[in-house]
């Protein structure tokens, strides 16, 4: 059974970067052919994809969010993370980390994380 678990600081200031932790058990992030996504939500909003990196590395983001994103890896420690910068108040939201099959599809889901940006 894969578990994911986001960490990270809940709180965050405006203009700082955000960034935020999943460390996965039960199954490698470098195992064929797996995305490794960040999704949020925020207040009474629909869920957003933010981006992803795959098993082998490689990494897609949103539109809307690329150029403040980026997303890393760790093998050794078996975990993935978000990197937002220049936050606003509008990046407060729940972020959950979700393993996917396909590029659009989710089959794990951490149990996410409240961020608010807020001075």
Do not use: M
């Not at 420690?77 to 990197?83: E, R, T, V």
């Amino acid at each position: 059974q894969v578990q994911l678990q986001e960490s990270g600081p809940g709180l965050v200031k405006p203009s700082q970067t955000l960034s935020l932790t999943c460390t996965v058990s039960g199954g490698s992030i470098t195992t064929s052919y797996y995305y490794w996504h960040w999704i949020r939500q925020p207040p009474g909003k629909g869920l957003e994809w933010i981006g992803y990196i795959t098993y082998d590395g490689s990494t897609l983001y949103s539109p809307s969010l690329k150029s403040r994103t980026s997303i890393s890896r760790d093998t050794s420690n078996n975990q993935f993370s978000l990197h937002l910068s220049s936050v606003t108040p509008e990046d407060t939201a729940v972020y959950y980390c979700a393993r996917g099959s396909t590029q659009d599809q989710y089959d794990y889901w951490g149990q996410g994380t409240q961020v608010t940006v807020s001075s």
